[in-house]
């Protein structure tokens, strides 16, 4: 298994999913590896040769997460990762994202098969609106 650390500018992205106003991927690839995954093209747009599932990118950024463009909108984690995979564990990218995002009145849509998901409970019972999927 590859991991590496890449610095982005922003966690947040406009989506253009119809569900979501934006989406916050915290990492690149997902080691779950499912053999259903729609998600192994982001390869070729990350510069990776490796097979899905065998790689990790994770995600850091300085820049503070924008209430003011979040305000009233909907987020979705994640769309091209599983944002609770098992390096989550050891990183806290995504726990470290929901801290920020808590103090922001927006509606949050996770995406996950981890039951890792419940070590974050007491932050998801501050959202007003949190789904998980
Ligand atoms: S958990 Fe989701 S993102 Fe990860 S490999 Fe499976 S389908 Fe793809």
């Known amino acids: 298994m590859k991991e590496k650390f890449i610095n982005v500018n922003d966690y947040v992205v406009k989506s253009k999913l ?15 590896a499912c053999k259903y995954c729609y998600a192994s093209f982001m390869k070729r747009f990350t510069g990776h040769n490796e097979e899905w599932g065998k790689f990790i990118d994770i995600k850091i950024c300085d820049k503070a997460i924008s209430k ?22 050891k990183y806290l990218v995504t726990q470290n994202i929901l801290k920020q995002l808590v103090d922001i009145d927006c509606k949050i849509i996770i995406c996950t098969k981890s039951d890792l998901i419940l070590r974050d409970i007491d932050i998801l ?3 007003n609106c949190c789904c998980k999927y």
């Open 68 to 89: 003011k463009i979040l305000n009233g909108k909907t987020v979705f984690l994640s769309s091209v990762t599983d944002c609770y995979n098992p390096f989550e564990k």
């Open 125 to 127: 019972k501050r959202f």
């Open 18 to 32: 119809p569900a979501s106003d934006y989406v916050i991927n915290p990492y690149v690839g997902c080691p779950h």
